[in-house]
């Protein structure tokens, strides 16, 4: 089960991006939440929500335009601000995550096994040898030992997940952090690394945050949800919790943002995300007509 402390905190964060007008689009508004060591934890909501751009900046690839996002990993003493850290103690920080993204973001000129190396390599002082036992481990972990010499090019969508989620865990983090896993797998695939991811957590006991829009894995992984609306968390609570805001009748619901939530999580085209029209608010913002 997650334990009660916690490893990463969000304190009223906020993400801006210039545009051609000179006013800054706000993309996420006032964001705060915990995650607590040990449990994975699903981030969902629409197309434009501003998850993906949540999980940017929660690995430093963005600066924050206002908050704090305070990391305690085992060897820190006390929380650190990834946002008033020095490059040098951000990297530190980096060692301690890693990313599956969205394509498994291998590098299409190295084998398999090279992908998987690269982050020994290139962050720790172990020998040759050593590496290799490593990244063998690694791949049987996956289920990709007998890819290990294949190129990308030569796998199919799940093998290729399967191969970045081996180099996500070259130097055995503490923090997982997902972007869309299910994405453009067929649903027979996506269960398999459901179930891969919940295996690896539990052996591996790390921190897992997900970003998904597949309400399926969604259910099958999380232990605690967060769903983002419009920049802001609209709801965070345990699974259960949103199982029954799914589960029930519209009409039962008492709030707007309940019905929206039960909306999103049953797929309805009528509800308070979407207008009288059945155009949803992202498309209406981007001009769909």
């Known amino acids: 089960m997650p334990g009660n402390d916690v490893v990463i905190s969000i304190k009223d964060m906020v993400k801006e991006f210039p545009t ?66 020095s490059e040098v103690k951000l990297n530190q920080v ?3 995550i890693g990313i599956l993204f969205q394509s498994g973001a291998l590098f ?27 990244v063998t481990m690694k791949l049987q972990q996956v289920k990709m030992l007998p890819h290990r010499d294949k190129m990308p090019a030569q796998l199919s969508g799940g093998q290729k997940k399967r191969a970045g989620l081996a180099r996500a ?5 503490e923090i997982l952090f997902y972007d869309e896993p299910s994405a453009g797998l067929d649903p027979v695939t996506s269960a398999a690394i459901d179930e891969l991811m919940m295996d690896l957590s539990k052996k591996l006991n790390v921190t897992s945050v997900v970003v998904t829009h597949e309400m399926d894995s969604a259910f099958r992984i999380a232990d605690r949800m967060v769903m983002l609306e419009k920049g802001r968390v609209l ?24 019905r ?11 509800g308070p995300l979407t207008d009288a029209e059945g155009m949803s608010e992202f498309e209406k913002l981007i001009g769909v007509q």
């Not at 709801?235 to 309940?258: M, N, Y």
């Open 20 to 85: 051609a007008s000179g006013t800054p689009a706000r993309v996420l508004d006032g964001v705060t939440l915990d995650v607590q060591r040990g449990e994975t934890l699903v981030i969902m909501g629409g197309s434009g929500c501003g998850k993906s751009t949540m999980l940017n900046c929660l690995i430093g690839e963005y600066e924050i335009s206002q908050g704090r996002i305070l990391y305690q990993t085992k060897e820190m003493d006390k929380p650190g601000d990834i946002a008033q850290m």
């Open 94 to 96: 980096r060692k301690r």
């Open 108 to 134: 299409n000129s190295m084998t398999v096994a090279e992908n998987v190396a690269l982050p020994l390599q290139e962050h720790s002082e172990v020998d040759d040898a050593v590496i290799d036992v490593v």
């Open 169 to 173: 865990t070259a130097l055995d983090p």
């Open 235 to 258: 709801s965070i609570g345990p699974r259960s919790q949103f199982e029954s805001i799914r589960d029930a009748a519209p009409e039962s619901l008492k709030t707007v943002d309940e």
């Open 260 to 270: 929206l939530i039960n909306q999103f999580l049953n797929g309805s085209s009528e």
